[in-house]
Structure formats: C-alpha cells, structure tokens
C-alpha cells in the first residue's frame, strides 16, 4: 500500500528565508508524487508534480521540488519565502496503474513571519 | 476552463438527516473524484467515476453514503441518517484520464459539513 510522511505539521520561516518542506513516500511501484496548497477555506491547488523524466521539478510560485528514489523523497523548497506562502502544504502519490487516486500526507502548515 | 465546482459551500444540519452535495467538474474531464478531510488531515479518498462508471469504493464509504454521475457530467455524494463524525470538508476533483494533461487532479472549493 502507498503512504506519504511529512515530517513537521507546522514550519515557521521568516519573510526571505529558505523554505523546506519534507515528504516521503512508500510505494511498491514507480510513484506519480504531487505537493499541493490549501488557502483557508479553500480547495486544493497543484504546486508541482513529477511523473517521470527530470528529477527536478519546477512549480508555480517559484518553489520546486527534487525527486530522490534512494532516500524515497520528494522535498518541497523555494529559496526566499513570501508572506503570501502561509498556507497548508500537502504531500501526495498516485498509482499510475491504478486510477490515479491521491494518496495525502497529513500536511504541513508554513508560517512566514515579518 | 470554469474551474471545479460544489454546492452547497456550507451545510449544518442535524444528526439523522440526509443531506447532498453537488460537483461539476470541468467540461471535458472524464474522471471525478471524491475525498473527505478533517480538520488536521490531508484528504483521503471516497470514491472514482471514469464518466458515469463508478469504478472504486473506499471502504471509509460506509452503506449511509451514496455518489453518482449520471451521463458522466456532474456528480451527487448524498449521506443518509447524518452522524456527528460525518462533519468534515468534502471535496471534488476531476481529471482528463490519457494524454497530455498528466494526471493533473483539479480540486474545487469543497462542501463544509457541519452535523450538530
């Protein structure tokens, strides 16, 4: 069975630094893994995602994503941290010979402070 | 591209009433998915429709729930005989299964449930 870990429920950043969010996974077969955000009140939006080919993933607002099969993990970062990052990050993996259901970490939730 | 929709946003009712929830994905996609979250969780899956084909169940969708896709456009998640461990935020998201988008799933704004 698929399972996704995210070490860390609440990270805290100032305005400017480096963010880093953990993710690992388990998985029997060659992962689809997914990070996602979650504004309150709100659905969930695709940051990034990697199915195959390059390792490094690029996303939307500027965070990116490597894809380690040795260390089973798939790290979220972004170098500088804006205010407007505070939101809910959630790790996820699909079986692409399945139906692709997403498989959630708990989440983690990232402050930025001034 | 309109985006993922459900109505209603919010729902409080009562414990032991039916309530349902709509989704309408968007216009081309042919898979709709339903999750559950609870405060402090990530979502976890319900169901799968590929069109109207109802192909996976979790088994956290005890016999009170009930989903449909009828002609494969928008979907209904009715729970009956409400319980107070049913309150949570109930989402949809749709897909283009094959080519080109890759398995890209498309979250809408969710439904709160709220059972008193």
């Known amino acids: 069975a698929q399972s996704v870990t995210q070490l860390g429920s609440h990270v805290s950043v100032s305005e400017g630094a480096l963010v880093l969010l953990r993710c690992n996974y388990s998985?029997?077969?060659?992962?689809?893994l997914f990070w996602y955000v979650q504004y309150p009140n709100q659905g969930l939006q695709l940051l990034l995602k990697?199915?195959?080919?390059?390792?490094l993933v690029k996303g939307i607002n500027g965070f990116e994503a490597e894809f380690k099969k040795s260390e089973t993990s798939f790290h979220l970062t972004k170098p500088s941290a804006h205010m407007s990052d505070a939101a809910e990050y959630f790790c996820?993996?699909?079986?692409?010979?399945?139906?692709?259901?997403?498989?959630f970490g708990a989440g983690t939730r990232l402050a930025v402070h001034p | 591209d309109t985006g993922v929709s459900q109505d209603p946003r919010h729902k409080i009712t009562k414990r032991g009433q039916n309530v349902t929830f709509r989704c309408d994905p968007i216009?081309?996609?042919?898979?709709l998915y339903w999750y559950r979250q609870t405060l402090g969780q990530g979502p976890e899956f319900l169901t799968y429709?590929?069109?109207?084909?109802?192909?996976?169940k979790s088994r956290l969708l005890s016999d009170r729930f009930s989903a449909e896709r009828p002609k494969g456009s928008f979907s209904t998640l009715e729970i009956q005989r409400t319980e107070q461990g049913d309150s949570a935020m109930y989402l949809c998201?749709?897909?283009?299964?094959?080519?080109?988008?890759?398995?890209?799933?498309?979250f809408g704004p969710g439904t709160r449930l709220t059972v008193t």
């Open positions: 998201a749709s897909s283009l299964a094959g080519q080109g988008r890759l398995y890209e799933q498309y």
């Open positions: 998985s029997s077969v060659p992962p689809y």
């Open positions: 990697y199915t195959t080919g390059a390792t």
């Open positions: 996820a993996v699909s079986d692409p010979g399945g139906y692709n259901k997403l498989i």
């Open positions: 216009s081309e996609h042919n898979r």
């Open positions: 429709f590929q069109n109207e084909a109802q192909l996976e």
